[in-house]
């Protein structure tokens, strides 16, 4: 019996050890092609204007890039924290082992924040195109904008 | 040889900060376009240093360095973001749309 569990404790590092190499190999090859830019990120922070030639970074994308990098380094921080309390006890609660963390209310609202501002502004964005203003305008004036104010020479 | 939950931690740190440079360098060298980050659009179609966008940045970094330090101090949970900085945050994104909508529309009926 004692030897049929350190077999069975064998074979479950070795799965882990195992997945952890399949799932290292993955971000490694991630990493690389980001790297070496077959994963092209070069509108990442940008916006699409009409104008397909010019495209201008956006403070939206930037925003939400910072907040998905502080939130996931917060996330592991905290997870990290649970599996050290765990590993410190001497003996081992199974059946109250610590769950993922639940994400507060307030984060949530930063980010529905964020994301509504994202929306009004391109609304606004939009609104300005159809009335002939802003960067619609600007390509309406160069009689290029479908939709906006025609053309009044100049 | 470490242990697996050793390995797990060291893996998803390195992989983190690997993709935080490598954006965060991508970003400096140009790779990623950060062009017209802080310049807003007039109605006429040129672009200015918009300080609507300038306020949004301080006020995204702050926040985000803000949280970060809340979460090394106490690491156990997921630290709730006080109302007070949410509020900030809250007006510093529409200061951001005022002025976005103004340069939009404004200048227009202005002239």
Redesign the interface.
């Known amino acids: 019996m004692s030897n049929y569990s350190s077999a069975l404790v064998f074979l479950e590092?070795l799965a882990?050890?195992l997945i952890?190499i399949v799932?290292?190999l993955f971000?490694l090859l991630v990493?690389w092609r980001?790297?070496d830019?077959t994963i092209d990120?070069?509108?990442?922070?940008?916006e699409k204007d009409k104008d397909s030639e010019r495209?201008?970074?956006?403070?939206s994308r930037?925003?939400l890039?910072?907040?998905i990098?502080?939130i996931?380094?917060?996330?592991?921080?905290?997870v990290?924290?649970?599996?050290k309390?765990v590993?410190r006890q001497t003996k081992v609660d199974y059946n109250n082992l610590p769950e993922l963390?639940?994400?507060?209310?307030?984060?949530l609202?930063?980010l529905g924040?964020?994301a509504s501002?994202y929306a009004?502004?391109k609304a606004?964005?939009h609104g300005?195109g159809k009335?002939g203003?802003?960067?619609g305008?600007?390509?309406a004036?160069a009689g290029g904008a479908p939709g906006g104010r025609p053309p009044e020479g100049d | 040889m470490p242990e697996?939950?050793q390995?797990?931690?060291w893996?998803?740190?390195i992989?983190?900060f690997?993709?935080?440079g490598?954006?965060v360098i991508?970003?400096l060298t140009g790779?990623?376009?950060?062009?017209?980050?802080?310049?807003g659009?007039t109605?006429?179609?040129t672009?200015f240093k918009s300080t609507g966008?300038v306020q949004?940045?301080i006020a995204?970094?702050v926040?985000?360095v803000q949280?970060?330090s809340q979460?090394?101090d106490n690491?156990?949970?997921?630290?709730?973001?006080?109302?007070n900085?949410?509020l900030l945050?809250?007006s510093s994104?529409v200061i951001?749309?005022g002025s976005?909508?103004h340069a939009?529309?404004g200048k227009?009926s202005d002239s």
């Open positions: 590092s882990g050890y952890c799932v290292a971000a990493l980001i790297f830019r990120l070069k509108f990442l922070l940008s495209a201008v970074a956006s403070m930037f925003q890039l910072i907040f990098f502080v996931a380094f917060s996330f592991f921080l905290v990290i924290s649970n599996i309390i590993q963390p639940d994400v507060p209310r307030g984060v609202e930063l924040i964020s501002s009004v502004s606004i964005q300005a009335s203003n802003g960067d305008g600007a390509e004036r | 697996v939950t390995l797990i931690v893996e998803a740190l992989f983190l690997a993709l935080f490598i954006v991508q970003i790779a990623i376009n950060a062009r017209g980050l802080l310049e659009t109605s006429g179609g672009r966008r949004l940045l995204t970094i926040t985000a949280y970060l979460v090394v690491s156990q949970k997921f630290p709730d973001i006080p109302q900085w949410l945050f809250g994104q951001y749309l976005k909508f939009l529309y227009d």
